[in-house]
């Protein structure tokens, strides 16, 4: 089977790598790619988006699998797309029609959705310009901090939590008035702020059945101890200690089940990923959001623990079987550290050479933000490679990780030494 990765990251370089341990592929395809991709795949320059150029590629290769990584295409409506076309509608596309892509494209669609299908979150009221006033009101109504959200895609830059109220009405202002996060926040929902642990849960779905893989932490702050700006992920850790068998008992019965029930009310054709960003409130698990794909970095500590065959799973979720397969997963603990460019998530540099990564033997580096400049590697992103490892804890874990990261180098090379630190081993 010939099959095409859609994206460029960490996340694309983790699922490529999985895909190409199977005996049923026969080539593999990435678009656009990385430096890390291009050692088990043929990169293709081509734009996720750019649905025209990726029907030819499609029919030119004979690919019969699409997996796609990121949201975009997929809000989009990529799969609307190949659905619709005589030529692409028998190709296996893994990833939610536009209905179901909207779970993410707008944070008040997902609201709606949890409150229609009674899944836990928070309380929350959506504004506009025109409203900015009722805003402000609906602030006054809440204690600190005051959570705002853009409405739409804001590459994950578009969540403010504030401490003063005056400062959330000024920032209210500049998401909807000032375009603060440009079109993403011509609406904003304001919730509740709930107090808690947070932690990702990724269901794979054939929009019937569904497999809920291995749970997984992610630390977004740049800084140590989590302070600073928020990144894209700056390493992960699963399983998370914290989510016993009674805790996602919980979140199978009151939030996964009904997700899925709720594809089915509501008419929305969904075969792919679920990723359900969750907060643990004394012990009660809440939806904080949905994403409608893989996570990055989670992905490259939930995939390498994932035993299945992952083309063997996606064939069972393009055809409606996934009911037939059992998920089998490594009981090891694996964890992920990403290194970062000097500067990164504010300015940073590009087209630093990376050295070191052929003395790595005890980790695996999943490729996100590099190239190949002639024979060279080099950076070409803010978030640039992540490191896994395996451990009969996390702490065995991350010092692999921290290990293997020590005898890599690129001018500005930054990572967080402290992950995990709120958590017990």
Not at 141 to 162: E, Q, S
Not at 350 to 375: P, R
Request: aromatic share 8%.
């Amino acid at each position: 089977m010939n099959i095409l990765v859609l994206g460029s990251g960490g996340r694309e370089h983790t699922l490529s790598w999985k895909i190409a341990q199977s005996n049923q592929l026969d080539k593999l395809f990435v678009a656009p790619g990385n430096a890390g991709t291009a050692a088990i795949a043929t990169n293709v320059g081509i734009a996720p988006t750019d649905f025209d150029a990726v029907k030819d590629l499609v029919l030119k290769e004979n690919i019969e699998m699409v997996v796609v990584g990121p949201e975009d295409p997929l809000v989009q409506g990529i799969a609307d797309f190949f659905a619709q076309d005589e030529a692409l509608k028998y190709v296996h596309l893994i990833g939610p029609s536009k209905s179901g892509a909207i779970l993410e494209g707008s944070k008040e669609f997902a609201k709606e959705f949890m409150s229609r299908h009674n899944i836990p979150t928070a309380a929350y009221q959506s504004f506009t310009a025109e409203s900015l006033e009722a805003g402000y009101a609906f602030l006054e109504t809440l204690k600190p901090p005051y959570v705002l959200k853009a409405d739409g895609l804001a590459a994950g830059k578009g969540v403010l939590i504030i401490d003063n109220l005056e400062e959330a009405k000024a920032e209210l202002k500049k998401m909807l008035v000032d375009a603060k996060f440009g079109n993403a926040s011509a609406k904003v929902v304001i919730e509740e702020f709930l107090s808690g642990i947070e932690l990702s849960v990724f269901v794979l779905t054939d929009g019937k059945d569904y497999m809920i893989l291995p749970t997984a932490k992610d630390y977004k702050r740049i800084g140590e101890g989590d302070t600073g700006l928020n990144t894209g992920g700056m390493g992960a850790i699963s399983p998370v200690p914290f989510a016993d068998a009674d805790f996602m008992r919980k979140v199978e019965e009151r939030i996964v089940e009904p997700t899925i029930q709720g594809f089915s009310k509501d008419n929305i054709d969904y075969k792919g990923f679920v990723f359900i960003g969750l907060i643990k409130v004394a012990g009660e698990p809440y939806v904080i959001e949905y994403n409608v794909r893989m996570g990055d970095p989670e992905t490259e500590v939930v995939i390498p623990r994932v035993k299945n065959d992952l083309i063997d799973l996606f064939r069972a979720v393009a055809n409606g079987t996934l009911n037939q397969k059992t998920l089998e997963v490594d009981t090891r603990s694996a964890t992920t550290v990403m290194a970062v460019s000097g500067g990164y998530p504010e300015a940073y540099e590009k087209g630093k050479e990376i050295s070191g990564l052929d003395e790595v033997n005890d980790s695996i580096v999943f490729h996100a933000g590099t190239k190949m400049d002639g024979d060279k590697v080099v950076t070409s992103g803010g978030r640039v490679m992540a490191f896994t490892s395996f451990g009969k804890n996390f702490r065995e874990a991350l010092d692999s990780s921290y290990e293997s990261l020590n005898k890599v180098c690129f001018d500005g090379i930054y990572y967080r030494k402290d992950l995990g630190f709120d958590l017990e081993a």
